[in-house]
């Protein structure tokens, strides 16, 4: 994928938001980080040479200023980004929302549907310290066509594409829990399932699913990555549970992954999804870490692996299992997705609910089933009729069976 079609997506949708020509954006983020090989793009997302700090982060780089026509080196800290799309927003924020001492500085930019005027509008508000700017932006966006970019039109969506992978299939060998109670796809399947459900509730989301959802085909990696490149997706997770082998363990635990090289991107996208999955599961944050997964090194988009507990860890196992539980990754994946990419909820859309908690279960009311049962074991003064649903210990249960005994021989010596 070439730069221009890299950030094009993210340029869309800044220029939609600002009203600000995306030939414009495109032109400018090809002339300052020169095609986004610069040492600055490289290393913070930052195509603009915007300085300072983004949310507390900064990198520092040794660039050159045009001052007096004349060009100096100069040593300064510059905007560290997570994506394209702050460092393109921010370009774009500034053509609107103009600066501390003239708020209408670029007003001239902003609507301006003629790249040429825009193109000007930037250099006459001083944009740029090179006197070429105007005549430079035109040629690139002339050359490279990009004016393509600007048609805003019926078929030509400006959607976030997400790409959504439940992991392996429903036969793959392993994948499973020690006790075959759980196939790996059939968690990851319904999650995957859920999360759909969830990004349908936001504005602005197209999605696409990379595996089988009958699970009969393990839909190999590569199939799964080309479709998510050729579709163009702006963000791919996969999703899984974890295990350490195929017997029982008591790993546990919630992890997310990134490619080796850590692209920005994802590292943020997978600290946002990370967080929220510990935050709503309250299980073992085992941290963003990297891996040289297939999944992971052939997407071309923001991607990430969430390892959702231990299918070789009982416990986890049933929390697995469970369907509130399942509801409850999917929404973290997707609220981390929401943070990442700034998604608003559909208006009038009710959001699926989340399934009674298992562990919210009144223990102190008797099933409906169980009640006669119960209350005549109370009445026999077996129980003290307190927790009818809860677990019993070996000592409660030692008290129970003594009274049970006493009761009885009584009975028994009757005869
Ligand atoms: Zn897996």
Known sequence: MSFIEEIAPHARKAAAESDVLASLILAQAVLESAWGTSELAQKGKNLFGIKGE?????????????????EIKVNAAFRKYPSWLESIRDLTDKYVNGVSWNKDLYRAVVGEKDY?????????????????YAEKLIGVIETNNLTKYDVNTKGVDLDLRIAIDAGHGNNTPGKR??????REFHFNSVVAKYVVEELRTYQGVLVEITHDPSGIRDIPLKERTDKANRWGADAFVSIH?????SAWSNANGIETYVYTSKPAGAVALATKVQAALIAST??????????????????????????CGFMDNPAELA???????????????VSGLAKQFGLKKKSGVVAPTVPKE??????NKPSAWAKKDWDEAVANGYFDGTRPQDNITREEMAVVVNRLRNNLLPLIYKK
């Open 319 to 333: 929390l697995l299992k469970s369907d509130s539980y399942r509801r409850k990754c999917a929404q973290a994946i």
């Open 116 to 132: 040429r005027k825009a193109a000007w509008a930037v250099k006459n508000a001083g944009y740029a310290t090179d006197p070429k």
């Open 241 to 245: 549970a974890n295990a350490v082998g």
């Open 282 to 307: 309250g299980l073992r944050d085992r941290g963003v870490k990297v891996a040289n997964f297939h999944v992971l090194r052939e997407t071309k988009m923001d991607a990430i692996l969430v390892e």
């Open 177 to 182: 829990a020690p006790d075959d109670s759980m």
């Open 54 to 70: 983004y949310k507390g982060q900064s990198v520092m780089i040794i660039t050159s200023e045009f001052v007096n026509g004349k």
């Open 358 to 363: 298992e562990s919210s279960v009144d223990k």
